[in-house]
């Protein structure tokens, strides 16, 4: 089945500072999902890209879609505490299930 | 208050026995999905149900089992027969995707966590 890969896979994050998480497939994704994992917690969704090159924006946090639509990236500014967890990728793996990624840790330093 | 839940939150097995994780859900969802995570793995579908009565193997159904009797329940077995059982498991719902269309979000349960002593 399709196949995402994410980087990196954990990250340390100084509070106030930006990072981003990568989300590649090698092949064509028809449309990709971002969930978010608060420690001890479960999956929300986030967010969903369908279109190329497509960027939406929830106040800090900036997705992306790849114009070819085979990678997505998730941009976090000014970090706040708030932001810690897992965030996760997926994309469709065939008859309505998800193919979700390994995720991404992110910690942030006060 | 519209939502999925999952019972119980922790659960304590001895090797050997079978166990049942619960999952109800009552937004109206067509599918369900059960998802094993375990620490840097990320979310592995176990089994899943696009309908009643219905339900496929996900990529490691081995050593579990389920049934789909009712829209708005999924139970879970984990058999004597998993080799590794101790996990954190998740239950996921959604409306089902028309032909053509973005898949739609899951929505996901509290989870349960399983330890087999």
């Known amino acids: 089945g399709q196949q995402v890969m994410q980087i990196p896979q954990y990250q340390h994050v100084q509070e106030g500072e930006d990072f981003t998480t990568y989300c590649n497939s090698s092949t064509t994704l028809s449309n990709i999902q971002w969930y978010k994992q608060r420690p001890g917690g479960h999956p929300v969704f986030l967010i969903q890209l369908v279109k190329s090159g497509e960027v939406k924006k929830q106040k800090r946090l900036t997705f992306q879609f790849g114009e070819a639509k085979k990678n997505s990236s998730l941009h976090i500014t000014a970090t706040q505490t708030t932001d810690v967890g897992t965030y996760f990728c997926?994309?469709?793996?065939?008859?309505?299930?998800?193919?979700f990624g390994k995720g991404n840790q992110v910690v942030v330093i006060p | 208050d519209g939502g999925i839940t999952q019972s119980p939150k922790y659960l304590f097995r001895k090797e050997g026995q079978n166990v049942t994780l619960s999952c109800e859900q009552n937004?109206?969802?067509?599918?369900m999905y059960w998802y094993r995570q375990d620490p840097g793995q990320g979310l592995r579908l176990i089994y899943y149900?696009?309908?009643?009565?219905?339900?496929q193997k996900g990529d490691i159904a081995e050593g579990y089992s389920v049934s789909r009797e009712k829209k708005e329940s999924f139970p879970l077995t984990v058999t004597s027969a998993q080799k590794n059982p101790t996990a954190f498991y998740l239950c996921?719902?959604?409306?089902?995707?028309?032909?053509?269309?973005?898949?739609?979000?899951?929505?996901f349960g509290p989870g349960t966590r399983l330890t087999v002593l």
């Open positions: 996921a719902s959604t409306f089902r995707t028309r032909v053509g269309s973005a898949y739609n979000e899951q929505f």
């Open positions: 149900s696009q309908i009643v009565n219905d339900f």
């Open positions: 997926a994309g469709p793996g065939g008859n309505n299930r998800l193919a």
């Open positions: 937004l109206n969802h067509d599918a």
